[in-house]
């Protein structure tokens, strides 16, 4: 176990916190965790690209072993530049945009509301959209739903929440948040 959490550690998927007064830890998975494991795997594919670089230079482009890894170098240099491009890292900032405006407007909203809402046109909206809709990772703990008019909400990832949970949840009285203020 101890091995499986200082791996976990190692890729910044989980944290150690130490309750003052306890002998034992408690590992938390945050919000960002899909943010920094998709960074952190950027960086992976940019090493080993490096290091196929390497190897290419030591053997030669002219030997078998030369050709192979430069093959993997230029497959590694394509993933990196892939996960990095701005278009690939504004689009899934934008869904997790997206995601935070349906959560605050606690109804569902169409597109074009969205796109409205945010100040943004409506192919950027669409685009943040199907990001969420195809890529759930970016959620995180919700999910992003049409409704049967083609409206878009976000509910609590399905299997989230035991149903005793979302029952007390239903039955809890309505708080006013803070920042709704």
Same mark, same amino acid.
């Given at each position: ?28 998975? *945050? #919000?960002? /965790?899909?943010?920094? @494991?998709? =960074?952190?795997? %950027?960086? $992976?594919?940019?090493?080993?690209? +490096?290091? &196929? ?39 899934? *900032? #934008?869904? /997790?945009?997206?995601? @935070?405006? =349906?959560?605050? %407007?606690? $109804?569902?909203?169409?597109?074009? +509301?969205? &796109? ?51 029952? %007390? ?13």
């Amino acid at each position: 176990m101890s091995k499986a959490v200082g791996y976990l550690e190692g890729l910044d998927v989980l944290t150690r916190e130490h309750e003052p007064g306890r002998r034992r830890a408690r590992y938390v998975i *945050d #919000d960002d /965790v899909w943010l920094r @494991a998709w =960074l952190n795997s %950027a960086r $992976r594919n940019a090493v080993w690209a +490096e290091t &196929a670089q390497v190897g290419a230079d030591l053997f030669g482009p002219g030997t078998p072993a030369g050709a192979r890894l430069e093959a993997m170098r230029q497959f590694f240099v394509g993933v990196h530049r892939d996960m990095t491009s701005p278009s690939v890292t504004v689009a899934l *900032d #934008d869904a /997790v945009t997206v995601l @935070a405006a =349906l959560l605050h %407007a606690a $109804r569902p909203l169409a597109t074009r +509301e969205l &796109a409205a809402a945010l100040g943004w046109p409506q192919a950027r909206a669409a685009t943040a959209v199907q990001a969420a809709e195809h890529q759930p990772e970016v959620c995180g703990p919700l999910t992003l739903r049409r409704t049967p008019s083609g409206a878009h909400l976000v509910t609590a990832q399905h299997g989230r929440l035991t149903p005793a949970q979302r029952t %007390a949840l239903a039955q809890s009285p309505t708080r006013v948040w803070p920042w709704d203020t």
